[in-house]
């Protein structure tokens, strides 16, 4: 009887323990993609009736068994990339993810060239 009590325990531990790591995983998602309807707001955040669908379609993938870069690959080809706050590095956004570095660099030069010619003189 003490060993069925113990599988019982362990089985019923193992599904609290299973189902908090999905709501992690649930809640991660949501904080990434941005509700098309609410300005600023992300899915997990707004309350708009878009948000609410996004979040029952990210509950379906998860309990479907798909993983985060599937279930972004499915929003981003229904809603296009805007949907995802931290969209991947490809040809088209990677001016984006590139500008600050160059802009920093670019910064760091001239403030060099200027202090350069600063002592010269």
Same mark, same amino acid.
């Given at each position: 009887?003490?060993?069925?009590? *113990? %599988?019982?325990?362990? %089985?019923?531990?193992?599904?609290?323990?299973?189902?908090?790591?999905?709501?992690?995983?649930?809640?991660?998602?949501?904080?990434?993609?941005?509700?098309?309807?609410?300005?600023?707001?992300?899915?997990?955040?707004?309350?708009?009736?878009?948000?609410? *669908?996004i979040k029952l379609v990210v509950q379906d993938q998860i309990a479907d068994?798909?993983?985060?870069?599937?279930?972004?690959?499915?929003?981003?080809?229904?809603?296009?990339?805007?949907?995802?706050?931290?969209?991947?590095?490809?040809?088209?956004?990677?001016?984006?993810w590139l500008f600050p570095y160059l802009v920093f660099v670019i910064g760091?030069?001239? %403030?060099?060239?200027?202090?350069?010619?600063?002592?010269?003189?």
């Open positions: 009887m003490r060993i069925k009590i *113990t %599988i019982f325990f362990i %089985i019923v531990n193992f599904n609290i323990v299973s189902a908090a790591d999905s709501s992690v995983e649930l809640n991660k998602v949501l904080k990434n993609l941005r509700c098309l309807i609410c300005q600023g707001q992300s899915v997990a955040d707004s309350n708009s009736e878009f948000a609410q *669908t068994g798909k993983s985060e870069k599937e279930i972004y690959d499915f929003l981003v080809e229904k809603y296009g990339e805007w949907i995802v706050y931290k969209p991947p590095l490809n040809k088209v956004n990677s001016v984006l760091g030069l001239l %403030i060099f060239l200027l202090l350069k010619k600063r002592n010269n003189h």
